[in-house]
């Protein structure tokens, strides 16, 4: 019954904006949704299993142009804004929340950044030297310099015309597997985050440069994340993306678009389990009767959809206020507060609705659910969204 009034969750999904997607991001969004049908959906189990980096699917999305969406022409990119990229995010999210991830990550804090800021000769060296489905990595977070991080206490010192870098990042996500990066250290722990700098490092040529092993996560299993150590690493002055001690300003302003991707995952996340709980509660019988005729089921997907179509819409409110160069922070933070969330109860109830089924590995839905929690920490964990989000709010209308 259910199903004769509303259309299959699909085909609802792609088509719903507030405002009618021009038909190139149609078609984008067409793309990779049959992409992850076809080539992540049925291989994320696995490569979760085995903790494996999707190398083969990588490749394939870099020849769609999808390693480099938002980076110029001129430099093998798509040209295309973070609307675009956000619409490719949720949409490989939706097939494997890891793939989803890398994707996220490396466009959002490594090409976009590069694109945005760098140098000319700095953009010709990163994205000519390097073919389109190379990855790079945006190395922020320390041990001690997580949600703090303007403590952070890798070290640059000038030695002529190079910077010597010393000390350990933390948590760098497909660090294994990169080939470049951004590394953020200070020229003065004394100048606290007016020190903090960003430094374009090659890794094939880091002498010094040593990746630590992969941590053993919860989630998003098929990324790699470990430490890296700098012992007397070496970069050429030139190396120094934007200005010397201006790494703080451009590590935040890169983390509100960061926020877009990992909102646009964790959405990605959160409507591949409500098409599950569907798909699950439509076939499995109760009481004689399908789940999904139960008022209690009824409920569960509509908060679920509830929740993932306001998500949706402060995401993309969130991607347009970027791409129209507008004071975004908030939307930014709250489309990430809210989609976490969103993904972790979407995959709850998933869970809750296959019941014992839920629990197990043949069943997606607790790969969803340890998929979709760290969207909650990663990019700046939820309680620090609401109080830039309370920041942001107070400030507009003391403003007003
Ligand atoms: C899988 C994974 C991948 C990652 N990838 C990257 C990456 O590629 N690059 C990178 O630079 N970093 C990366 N990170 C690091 C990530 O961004 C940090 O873990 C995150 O910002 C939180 O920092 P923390 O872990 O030090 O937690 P802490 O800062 O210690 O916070 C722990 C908890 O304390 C509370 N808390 C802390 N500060 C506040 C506050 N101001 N207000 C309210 N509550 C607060 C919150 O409840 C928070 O959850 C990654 C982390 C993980 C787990």
Redesign the pocket.
Known sequence: MLRKIIPPIASAARNFSICELPAHLQELQKTCHSFADRELKPVAAELDRDARFPAEQIAKLADLGLMRVTVDPEYAGSGLNMLALSLVVEELSRGCGSTG?IVS?HNC?FANLLNRVGAEEQKQHFFGKYSNNSIG?????E???????AALNTKAQREGDFWILNGT???????KEAQYGVI?ATVDTDLKYKGITAFLLDFDNATGLTVGPN?D?LG?RA?S?CNLHLDNVRVRSSNVLGSIGGGFRLAMEQLDRARIGIASQALGIAQAALEAAVGYAEQRIAFGQPLLKLSSVQTRIAEMALRIESTRLLVRKAAVEIDRNERSTKACSMAKWFAGETATFAAHNCLQIMGGMGYVKNMPAERFYRDAR?TE????????Q??IVAEQVIEQLKGR
């Open positions: 991830s990550i804090l990595v945006f190395a922020l977070s041990s001690d310099a997580g949600s703090d991080v990042k933390a948590w760098v996500t497909s660090a953020f941590e996560k998003i990324t994340t760290i920490i990663y990019g700046g964990v939820t309680d620090v609401k109080t």
